[in-house]
Nanobody, 116 residues
């Protein structure tokens, strides 16, 4: 699976953004998908994941209640709706595909900057 994230940008604290991740490959609907982020000077952290069919989601405590992960398998796209953004949400956001329990396909990332 090849992935391309988009939708990042500059937003004020309290604002919202929706990230998209377009996937190519005929196995997309069989892959769990996830969003990760890497803040400046920090390691990449898990944010959210969604099952292949979209019926199961899981969120990191740091984003729970403020983000929603979803997917449209007909469009081979996974989304991350982010609300009530905080300056500490500033990071490069990556989407990833999970195969057999491993996050083995990664997009290039999209930068989200939240100003105070």
């Amino acid at each position: 699976v090849q992935l391309q994230a988009s939708g990042g940008g500059l937003v004020q604290a309290g604002g919202s953004l929706r990230l998209s991740c377009a996937a190519s490959g005929r196995t997309f609907s069989t892959n769990a998908m996830g969003w990760f982020r890497q803040a400046p000077g920090k390691e990449r952290d898990f944010g959210a994941r969604i099952s292949g069919g979209g019926g199961y989601t899981y969120y990191a405590d740091s984003v729970k209640g403020r983000v929603t992960i979803s997917r449209d398998n007909a469009k081979n796209t996974v989304y991350l709706q982010m609300n009530s953004l905080k300056p500490e949400d500033t990071a490069v956001y990556y989407c990833a595909a999970n195969t057999a329990g491993r996050w083995d396909s990664w997009g290039k990332g999209t930068l989200v900057t939240v100003s105070s």
